[in-house]
């Protein structure tokens, strides 16, 4: 049982450039969320998901888009990358048998330079 | 709005020495909470949780917490420290409502001397 699987793990990005992170479960969760970790700052909810089709706005969203076609999949997507958005990403998932306990994933180390 | 704090940032313990770690949280109603531990360069594993009922809670890893509502507490206890628990601790309160979105404290660094 894979869990909740982010990708990539590390990456590298410019200034303005855009990019994607990739988040799948696979425990038929309906929820799931990103969240973002800066130090001495714990975690922040940049946005989150109920279900297929529906997504809202968590406590830092500006800077972020996200979607939800399926129930496995909710990418993260930066549309133009600023310095400010140097962080760890967790992708998070939560239903099912699982109750009100959120699984997290292993994490994405993002660098904008 | 739901809070958690942490007023601890870094604490050092003796291997083999008991440990508490405090957390406070701001709710409207009976909350949901999570204590999660990561170790460097690592995610965030659940270490217990309290929905309701028995307000001591047994974790995983020798961990239990206390539910105290009079407090607005959810402290972290382990009467033995290991080499091997020093990593950092979050605090969470989950809202009852929609999403059950997570809020974190800020979180405390645990040291273990040998």
């Known amino acids: 049982n894979a869990g909740v699987t982010q990708t990539p793990k590390f990456r590298i990005l410019k200034i303005g450039q855009s990019m994607t992170l990739q988040c799948a479960q696979d425990m038929n969760h309906n929820y799931m969320y990103w969240y973002r970790q800066d130090p001495g700052m714990g975690l922040k909810l940049i946005y989150y998901?109920?279900?297929?089709?529906?997504?809202d706005k968590g406590e830092v969203p500006n800077g972020y888009n996200v979607s939800r076609s399926t129930t496995e999949d909710f990418p993260l997507r930066l549309e133009l990358a600023a310095p400010s958005q140097t962080s760890v990403y967790f992708c998070?998932?939560?239903?099912?048998?699982?109750?009100?306990?959120?699984?997290f994933g292993e994490g994405s180390w993002l660098t904008v330079v | 709005a739901q809070s958690v704090t942490q007023p601890d940032i870094h604490i050092t313990v003796s291997e083999g020495a008991s440990l508490e770690l405090r957390c406070n949280y701001s709710y409207g109603a009976t909350p949901y909470l999570f204590w999660y531990v990561q170790s460097p360069g690592q995610g965030l594993q659940l270490l217990l949780k309290?929905?309701?009922?028995?307000?001591l809670v047994q974790g995983i890893k020798g961990f239990e917490a206390e539910f105290k509502r009079s407090q607005s507490s959810f402290n972290l206890r382990k009467p033995s420290v290991h080499w091997s628990d020093a990593a950092e601790y979050f605090c969470?309160?989950?809202?009852?409502?929609?999403?059950?979105?997570?809020?974190f404290g800020t979180g405390t660094q645990l040291k273990v001397e040998l």
């Open positions: 998070a998932s939560r239903g099912g048998s699982s109750g009100n306990t959120i699984y």
């Open positions: 998901s109920v279900g297929a089709g529906i997504t």
């Open positions: 969470a309160v989950g809202d009852t409502g929609g999403g059950n979105k997570l809020t």
């Open positions: 309290y929905f309701s009922g028995d307000t």
